[in-house]
């Protein structure tokens, strides 16, 4: 089985129904209006057809190849060990080859590689700055909605702002879902005033007496030793890693547990894929630490989050998997119209890992047709 023909789909942006502020840029932001969907489409010589988001590299670099030589993809454009490899955006691409791996076996992923469990817990993912009382409304309808566990976001001009928002939501509906937070200390924003090490510790403190289930980003990731010092010395678990760009420069967060729980992308900076979260997360269950999968938003979110359900679906260290959610802004409508079934999440505030051959997926093919 050979790839011999690759390329990019590019519909019409997605529009959103309004402009979009994310916390992590704020207050240096232009807002976003429309969400891109672009997608890599493999075809192979035997007919079938794999599908991944787009993630910047040239589809030329799989043409031609064996599908199932995943591993060899993944270390030549993803792994980071070769200079020439470093950052090339190729996960899209590696997520495409899985899609044809499952497909031609008459599986979904998570089935081809021994699954664990076919449901996972989801936190719904809220992504602006909005007042106290904006923030508790949209906490408990999220509850009503059947999400167990929300989580905020930290980017207000002082932490005293943000944890003001956070102990008005903690009182409100603090003990009927778990709580958490992301800081986005990572984020660039030149006209913020990034957290220094006093006040991470003063917001991980006040998070620890609240009994907030994790502080996101509470440094930059290349803090490794300030990360270290906030894991051991407070309750509240430490969370990040969304950045780091590859495999191996994970090593020193998870040899010195930087980190409680660790957060690589499927998508984001293109060298994880499917590959890269699973060797993370036999790297971590090794020194007792858990992974929690970001999940990129935007208009190719449903394809991002099935790619992330199949991995984490055969490891035993994941408790969570983080499920974008935002309305008005970020809804299925938004965020889910690539594909015919939307991912949504069950009673117990669950999503099914998606059954179908490959990725799981099956792509709205009229809706696609429409844009392009």
Not at 80 to 101: C, H, M, P, T, Y
Not at 105 to 116: H, I, W
Not at 131 to 143: G, N, P, R, W
């Amino acid at each position: 089985m050979k790839i011999v023909s690759a390329e990019v789909v590019r519909p019409k942006p997605i529009a959103l129904p309004s402009p979009w502020r994310p916390a992590w840029m704020e207050p240096d932001l232009v807002p976003v209006t429309t969400f891109d969907c672009s997608f890599y489409r493999l075809r192979t010589d035997d007919g079938i057809t794999g599908i991944g988001p787009f993630t910047g590299a040239s589809p030329d670099l799989v043409k031609g190849i064996d599908p199932t030589h995943i591993e060899a993809f993944f270390t030549e454009h993803m792994s980071g060990k070769r200079f020439r490899s470093a950052n090339k955006g190729a996960s899209g691409l590696e997520l495409a080859l899985w899609d044809i791996v499952g497909k031609a076996a008459g599986l979904p992923v998570y089935r081809l590689l021994g699954c664990y469990r076919d449901r996972l817990p989801v936190y719904a993912a809220t992504t602006r700055l909005l007042s106290a009382k904006e923030h508790v409304a949209q906490a408990i309808e999220l509850h009503k909605q059947g999400f167990k566990a929300i989580k905020f976001r930290m980017h207000r001009p002082t932490a005293d702002e943000d944890l003001a928002v956070l102990e008005a939501v903690h009182e409100a509906v603090g003990g009927k879902v778990a709580l958490m937070v992301d800081a986005n200390q990572n984020a660039p924003s030149r006209s913020y005033a990034h957290w220094d090490k006093r006040t991470a510790h003063r917001v991980a403190r006040r998070l620890e007496e609240m009994n907030f289930a994790f502080l996101e980003e509470p440094l930059p990731h290349t803090d490794v030793d300030g990360l270290v010092h906030l894991a051991e010395k407070f309750d509240v678990p430490i969370a990040g890693g969304e950045g780091i760009p590859t495999v191996y420069d994970y090593a020193p967060h998870i040899d010195r547990r930087a980190y409680d729980i660790i957060q690589p992308d499927v998508f984001l900076g293109g060298n994880y894929g499917i590959t890269g979260l699973r060797k993370l997360a036999f790297l971590a269950e090794h020194r007792g630490i858990d992974i929690m999968p970001h999940v990129t938003t935007g208009g190719l979110f449903s394809i991002n989050l099935a790619a992330t359900l199949q991995a984490m679906a055969t490891v035993p260290n994941c408790p969570m998997v983080e499920y974008c959610y935002d309305p008005p802004l970020l809804t299925s409508e938004t965020q889910q119209p690539l594909v015919k079934n939307p991912l949504w999440i069950d009673a117990d505030g669950c999503v099914k890992v998606p059954n179908l051959p490959g990725l799981g997926f099956e792509l709205n093919e009229e809706w696609i047709a429409a844009r392009i």
